[in-house]
């Protein structure tokens, strides 16, 4: 599975962003699929997961009540809503695609759970 992460970029604090993770590959429906971030100097950090039906999401505290994760499996996306984008999210954003056990034993939240990586799309927010 190959992933492609976009739709980062420069917005102000309040503002809203949409990321989209596109993957390659016929057998991307069967992956749970997380997007993690990292700031300079700072440890990659869990943000949200959703398994690989898309009926179940799952928010680090940081997202919860203002980041959205759906999935269009027709269309190999994934996407991350993020609205009431805050300062401290700035960061670099990843998604990426693991087994879908990591929702059944509670690791999604882990990195080294997932398999395959993006990119990284670059998400700063303004003060």
């Known amino acids: 599975v190959q992933l492609q992460a976009s739709g980062g970029g420069l917005v102000q604090a309040g503002g809203s962003l949409r990321l989209s993770c596109a993957a390659s590959g016929r057998t991307f429906s069967s992956y749970t699929v997380g997007w993690f971030r990292q700031a300079p100097g700072k440890e990659r950090d869990f943000v949200a997961a959703i398994s690989w039906g898309g009926g179940t999401t799952y928010y680090a505290d940081s997202a919860k009540g203002r980041f959205t994760m759906s999935r269009d499996n027709s269309e190999n996306t994934v996407y991350l809503q993020m609205n009431s984008l805050k300062p401290e999210d700035t960061a670099v954003y990843y998604c990426?695609?693991?087994?879908?056990?990591?929702?059944?034993?509670?690791?999604?939240?882990?990195?080294?759970?997932?398999?395959?990586w993006g990119q990284g799309t670059q998400v700063t927010v303004s003060s």
């Open positions: 990426a695609a693991g087994p879908r056990g990591i929702t059944r034993n509670s690791s999604y939240s882990a990195p080294g759970s997932y398999d395959y």
